[in-house]
């Protein structure tokens, strides 16, 4: 409203520089968040080789081919996708590092990640699909396995804050209600514009702020080309 007020105020040769420098804005703004996929797919090629590129490849045509079905339809896309295409294998095997948050670019390079790199592909694969961010948290569980349990995580899609997420696992082929999924506890959730603490639908924190790994993984992506 400020803003429409403050064009309004101006006067006539004012308000076509106002308007011309909107458009810029726009412009600019439109092509900062363009993910760059020819980038992409070219340093898939200069750091990891061919098997990287055709996985880039075939990445890039499931964006194609799933762009117009239904979030439903996108979600098991995805999930396959990473499930089937990257072994799963722990930071210190991958990275020689207790714990490294790696870019789907580093995750599909290496074909081999743990589940917070499954989690981080996911995610951005469907935001760049057309599904708003507002549905989609990363979410850090504590998973059963027999009298224990782990740290674990897992992407979730929200239809609305209020209502039971679908679980997208890279240990389990199906999306799956959380309801359904009686062996993880959560424990917080986040995505680029919030932080929720255990079933909050209110974001309590700054993720970037609270999670060095999540805004080192942002930054590294960015570079990337996404």
Not at 41 to 63: C, D, F, H
Not at 77 to 85: A, L
Not at 202 to 212: E, H, M, N, V, W
Request: net charge neutral; proline share 4%.
């Amino acid at each position: 409203m400020y803003a429409i007020q403050a064009f309004i105020r101006l006067p006539a040769s004012g308000k076509m520089i106002n308007l011309l420098l909107a458009l810029l804005l726009l412009v600019v703004a439109s092509t900062r968040a363009a993910p760059d996929l020819d980038k992409f797919q070219a340093l898939a090629q200069q750091r990891y080789g061919s098997p990287a590129t055709e996985t880039v490849a075939a990445w890039r045509k499931l964006m194609v081919d799933a762009h117009a079905l239904p979030d439903l339809e996108k979600l098991n896309k995805v999930n396959t996708f990473f499930n089937r295409r990257i072994l799963f294998d722990s930071d210190l095997v991958v990275w020689q590092q207790e714990d490294y948050w790696a870019t789907p670019l580093e995750l599909m390079g290496r074909a081999t990640g743990d589940c917070e790199d499954f989690a981080i592909a996911k995610y951005m694969t469907l935001l760049m699909l057309g599904i708003d961010n507002q549905h989609l948290r990363l979410v850090y569980v504590r998973a059963k396995t027999g009298a224990t349990s782990v740290a674990h995580m897992v992407l979730g899609y929200y239809p609305q804050p209020t209502e039971e997420p679908l679980i997208l696992d890279n240990l389990i082929s199906s999306v799956r209600l959380a309801s359904q999924r009686t062996d993880l506890a959560p424990v917080f959730s986040f995505n680029s514009e919030g932080l929720w603490a255990g079933t909050a639908t209110t974001s309590s924190a700054d993720p970037t702020a609270r999670l060095s790994r999540w805004r080192d993984v942002l930054e590294r992506m960015r570079l990337d080309g996404l």
